[in-house]
């Protein structure tokens, strides 16, 4: 059942009158001539307005505006500069403005308390009167945070309002989730955010791979050259809940952090999949990893091991000996050598299998942000997302399916959602085949996995995995193909399209998908004290505050008493 | 009968003398003195006889006929011409000044007369843009209408459709000056003006030029 609560009955007229509807229909939307009255500036693309029809309020979202007149001579012969008082006269008269509405969804005039929206499948009459759409009426959509569930957590709010946007927590876990955006637009904070709210309520335990390392740790803030100041990363914020594992345990030292686990892999570790998707960045033929299953097919998970063991002239040998086609495996070893300098890679593990080091804090409750220090090649970052994610996919299958037999509660896996920046890589439509990540994005949601894709370049990702996701989070996109690429997938986008290339470059994001009711422009929540203080965050509270806190988490650590 | 009419009935001729004019007593502040008498009504005008010899209220001037309902009419024409409709005056070369110590008498037999459109009445509700459903009687006194009351007519823009819809009168012209009329009425408040302007636009139905020259000459 859907929780969001109406407040049911018939309310008080709302605040600031906008217009009155004169003309649309249900599949392109609907057109409201401007009051007189308002400033067509006041009308900004992704606004709230709400449409009282006789038996429902529609809730819509600005979507265009137009000047028009009623007379062409008028545009013509426009009144001289100086005539003030012809421009005001004609203005909302001859002269007047249309805005496009897009209702997103509608609620009966008489709904019951517990009735929440519905998607729209009528359109209100002639001359409805719009109105700017207040807090309550945000709240009525969109839920309050701090409910009782806990369920919704507000991301910002909407243009020139106040109140909070949340969105479900619960429905944002169920999914794979983007967050997009062009670069330096916010996408690092909104996945913080996000992944705050996650942590916050509880609701899924986090695994981030966090090539640039902002998440972890604290990270900087872009001031637009007026010096920089930093940010409280989730270790900050969340204290014990928080784990980080390092690949590059002296960069995270560096920056003045001890690293929970120091990860290692080791090349037995490394499956011919963790290779494939790497044809890009290693540049391999496809004849490659048809030679890699056949070092596979004899030497099993030695393969990798044994085959960068070999030195040049060797290989050819080799290659011989196992029927492989000599040139082949040569570039395949060639090409492979790399992965020799990265310091990671050990050929035995000293402090035991970080992939299982990881299970066990997911297992706990608490989420992994794994640092890859200086190591920020993509290569790198392909690899050992791609080896490690595989192996964690393997094990929630098999945790589900226990669940699935034994049907106990306590064997339900917790629900998993694993960040992946720069999602285009291993999302293209040829990766997306080979990776891991295309299989989470497309079924894992079976299996309690689901994935938070961070992107600048949307279009890059593959359309299947695209439509399958629940939730976008998208700030300032200009390109044509990025935008055709989030709205995949999401109906009636007609009217966003103009939105999403209307964003500001900071600060807003168009939120659209499962995890709210109908799409809405944020200006997003402030990242820092206030928020801080809001999350529970003990450096940001007072004396009082923090002792009371600190009490509470005991009896809920240890019980009354 | 007012004060003003005593004495003037009492000398003939005193309001052909400029300098006599000058003493007319004053009419008491409370009912101010009527500038014309009905001599001809229908429902949508009337023609009223002006008290003084060119003395008729402006062109586009509210004007109020005391009756039961009193009548709201506008001032659309004002003509003088001579009392015998047989004789038309004749031109004599000289000044008013020089004529009227020469041969006062001719004076005496001109009279200026106005027109007045008919657009609503009063009743114990207020102002109605209503035709009342008696015209005036004859031989009642016109009055100018007073500010508050030009004001109060003119909220709503109903006048203006009367006098859009009026055949026989100079429909712009009349626009033009009681608007200024009615705009003067409310201490040149420009919102009024704005506001009219586009109820104007619409009865206008959207002629930008003739609407552009109104409000020019308006606002001039």
Redesign the interface.
Known sequence: MDSRKGTGGKKARRGRRLGVITRGSLVEGLEMKLD?SQNIEDMKAGKFAVIEGEKNDFFSMVTDMRLDA??P??LL?P?ALD?E??R???S???TYNIVSLRPMLMLPKDAAVEEGPRPVKAIPSHFSLVQEAEEEDVARIFGREGDEEGRFFSLGTPLDMETQVCVDMVRFAERSNGIFGKTGTGKSFLTRLALCGLIHFERAVNLIFDMHNEYGFRAMKETGGRGTSFVKGLKQLFGERVAIFSLDPRSTRARGIQPDFEVAISYDQIAVEDIAPLQDELKLNPTAVESAYLVYAIYKEKWLSTLLKLDGPDVEEFAAEIGAHAGSLVALHRKLKRLENFPFMVSRLTEGDAVDRIMEYLDRGINVVLEFGQQTSMLCYLLVANIIARRIHEMYVKKSERYYATQRPEDQPRQLMITIEEAHKFLNPVAAKQTIFGTIAREMRKYYVSLLIVDQRPSGIDDEVLSQIGTRITALLNDEKDIQAVLTGVSGTEGLRSVLASLDSKQQALVIGHAVPMPVVIKTREYGTQFYRELGCLDELGEEERRAKVQKDIKALFGEG | MSKTQEYLRRRPLGRFLADDAAVLPVAPAARPAHVGEVVESSTTELIAEACQLHGAPPFGRFVRVEFEAPIIAIVYNVFTHSIEPNRRPTAYGKTEAELRLEQPQIFELLRTEFQALVVGYRDEYGPAPILPPQPARIHSFVYLCEDEEVAEFTQSDEYLRSILGAAKVPTDELLVATLRHALRARGGEGAYLVEMGKELSRLLRDDYDRLSSILRRIAR
């Open positions: 007189p009623a007379n001579e008028i012969h009144p005539d008082l012809l005001q006269v004609l909302g008269t001859s």
